[in-house]
């Protein structure tokens, strides 16, 4: 089945650019998105992007996509200590059909 | 804004007892998902739901849970006789607003269930 794979940790200064990676293994993914966690929290749909798309930006969100290396990214622009949380890559074959989710990737921001 | 809402937010419950927990997915939607999240690992899909009946589940989704709509608001999974090993947060999700798009699931808050 579908594997999502992310890096555990992330530690970037405040103001700087944070870029939070994913690998995947199933090409027929065709929706892949992004979730933020905050403690105590649920999970936010924070952006998605479809696999015939290889950009989407969002304000200070942007993300990448790489078909042929199963390959997904997000970078957050000027980052902020708001921004800490835990950052999930998602992906799905088709709607309403279950998300397979990564870790999670904890973004720490230093002031 | 809607959204998904879920209670308790903290449930301790005793080996081999039965729980309940409830989900209020947004009004107009139409699919319902559990996940489950135990700590340090990945959110991992159980079941979902549409139309009254059960679409998919997944292998950790055995006779031990169920899910039911009861009303029109309320959807709830219950574990009959829990485990030990059921110790996570579960996470209610719902999709497909009427006429509209059903690639975006929203999720609740969770419910963090600790089995003693």
């Known amino acids: 089945g579908e594997d999502v794979e992310q890096s555990l940790f992330l530690s970037v200064r405040e103001g700087d650019s944070s870029v939070i990676n994913c690998t995947y293994t199933d090409s027929s993914s065709t929706y892949l998105y992004w979730y933020k966690q905050e403690p105590g929290a649920g999970l936010q749909l924070l952006t998605y992007?479809?696999?015939?798309?290889d950009m989407k930006q969002d304000q200070r969100l942007t993300v990448l996509l790489n078909k042929k290396d199963k390959h997904l990214s997000l970078r957050i622009a000027d980052t902020q200590t708001g921004d800490s949380a835990i950052y999930f890559c998602a992906v799905l074959n088709s709607g309403n059909t279950p998300l397979v989710f990564g870790k999670g990737t904890r973004l720490s921001v230093i002031a | 804004e809607p959204e998904v809402t879920q209670t308790p937010s903290h449930q301790v419950t005793q080996m081999g007892q039965e729980v309940i927990l409830r989900c209020v997915p947004i009004s107009n939607h139409l699919y319902f998902y559990w996940y489950r999240q135990i700590l340090g690992q990945k959110v991992e899909f159980l079941v979902s739901f549409y139309n009254n009946e059960i679409s998919e589940k997944s292998e950790i989704f055995d006779d031990q849970f169920s899910v039911e709509r009861p009303d029109g608001s309320n959807f709830t999974l219950k574990i009959r006789s829990t485990k030990l090993e059921d110790s996570a947060m579960y996470f209610c999700a719902s999709s497909a607003p009427t006429g509209g798009s059903s690639y975006e699931q929203y999720f609740g808050p969770g419910t963090r269930l600790t089995v003693t």
């Open positions: 992007i479809f696999s015939n798309m």
